[in-house]
C-alpha cells in the first residue's frame, strides 16, 4: 500500500494535472497524472530523479520565455 505524503492539482486549458507524493516500502516517488474528459495517463517518477527533472522543467520554462509569444493561428 503506498501512502500519500502530498498532493496538488492544476488545470491548464482543458487537462486536469494531480501531482502527488507517495512513499512505500520501496521508497518515495511522484505519480503525475493527466486527466482529460475522463482518460487518464499517469508516469511515475523516482524521488531520486526529481532535481534532473526539475532542472528540466526551468529549461522548458526558459526557453518558452526566450522564443517569445507562440504564433496565432490563422482561420
Do not use: C, W, Y
Not at 488545470?11 to 486527466?35: C, H
Not at 534532473?52 to 517569445?68: F, N, P, S, T, Y
Amino acid at each position: 500500500m503506498d501512502d500519500e505524503l502530498v498532493t496538488e492539482q492544476v488545470q491548464v486549458e482543458r487537462k486536469m494535472f494531480s501531482f502527488t507524493l507517495k512513499q512505500n516500502p520501496r521508497g518515495r516517488f511522484l505519480k503525475i497524472t493527466e486527466d482529460v474528459g475522463g482518460r487518464r495517463d499517469t508516469i511515475i517518477i523516482p524521488s531520486t530523479g526529481l532535481d534532473q527533472v526539475r532542472e528540466i522543467v526551468e529549461h522548458m520554462i526558459e526557453a518558452d520565455r526566450k522564443a517569445g509569444p507562440p504564433p496565432v493561428e490563422k482561420t
